[in-house]
């Protein structure tokens, strides 16, 4: 790792303790309470919260502004960041806006498509990828310059975050681009939730293969079912997913008063195998629009009380 930040989600991973983040999604106008209310339901039970940009290419309140709430609210906020919007200027100028905030984890992503939003109209930008805003990051953290070259007064001080797929096809790029992620400056990996495990288990290891858990943190995503039409839906409608038969099966063969509970045994069993996994450094709840289940998801895997960190 690179020089330090003042980030506790860094300092939790770098003190070799299981990490847990989780993530809300912004709503679909300027009333902030909806980000609070959901924050103050699992603020004790995680590390670092992430805050979506724009997720699904549906137009909500901006994350930077969301992030901002939640640093004033006491919690420590990752900063989404999707390249599809900005170019470099604006990109390098929200990082400084976070940065002026005191906000230190960056989650740096492509974004999705806006042909699936709500503006299929819009006008995409990709003036760089993911890969290139996670070297622009590390340039002006560590060299304390913008990419024209002129130099930062108080350059951020990012903990840098990407996202990876394990499922995605083909499977035989998937660790190779893992390693380039890691090459451009990633230092902490969230991936896609997690439903395949032997197939995530088989990624660890072509990861360890290559001694990459030793160089990157990597923070196993999961998500609850809600129902079994969920885990269909996930199953048959969302790219990148990789759902199972069997998990399928249990979620309908469960009484449907019963599946909430079967989703949120299922994703705990998870998190428990997943803590022997070598490699995996810390968890990525992704419970969408259900936060209220994060505190039962922590406390039934075995991952509260969170630590406390020294400023």
């Known amino acids: 790792m690179s020089a330090k930040t003042p980030s506790r989600l860094e300092k ?15 709503p679909r106008g300027s009333d902030i309470g909806v980000i609070t209310k959901k924050a103050e339901m699992i603020r004790d039970y995680v590390d670092a919260i992430n805050i979506t940009d724009n997720q699904t290419s549906v137009t909500r309140l901006c994350s930077l502004a969301a992030c901002i709430h939640l640093k004033q609210m006491g919690l420590e906020p990752t900063l989404q960041m999707v390249v599809r919007d900005r170019n470099r200027i604006a990109l390098q100028s929200d990082i400084l806006g976070a940065a002026a905030f005191d906000i230190h984890n960056i989650l740096c992503l492509s974004g999705d498509h806006q042909k699936f939003g709500d503006c299929p109209q819009g006008q995409n930008v990709f003036d760089i990828d993911s890969m290139q805003l996670i070297q622009a990051v ?6 304390g310059k913008f990419l024209g070259g002129d130099d930062i007064q108080r ?12 499922f995605a096809d083909p499977f035989e790029i998937r660790v190779p681009r893992l390693a380039k992620k890691i090459a451009a400056g990633a230092e902490f990996i969230q991936t896609q939730c997690i439903y395949n495990v032997d197939k995530f288990e088989q990624w660890m290891k072509l990861a360890r293969d290559r001694g990459l858990h030793e160089k990157v943190h990597i923070l196993a995503g999961v998500t609850p079912f809600k129902s079994a039409g969920m885990a269909k839906y996930m199953k048959n409608r969302v790219p990148g ?13 469960a009484p449907k008063e019963k599946q909430p509970d079967e989703g949120i045994a299922i994703c705990v069993e998870t998190i428990k195998r997943l803590k022997e996994c070598e490699g995996v450094r810390g968890f990525h709840i992704m419970a969408i629009e259900w936060e209220e289940k994060v505190p039962e998801i922590v406390e039934q895997a075995g991952l509260y009380p969170r630590p406390t960190m020294a400023e």
């Open 241 to 253: 997913m990789d759902v199972p038969d069997e998990v399928v099966k249990r979620m309908a063969g």
């Open 155 to 166: 350059p951020p001080r990012m903990f840098v975050g990407a996202a990876a797929n394990p």
């Open 12 to 26: 939790i991973l770098d003190s070799g303790q299981l990490a847990v983040t989780s993530e809300c999604g912004p």
């Open 138 to 143: 590390r340039y002006m953290r560590d060299e």
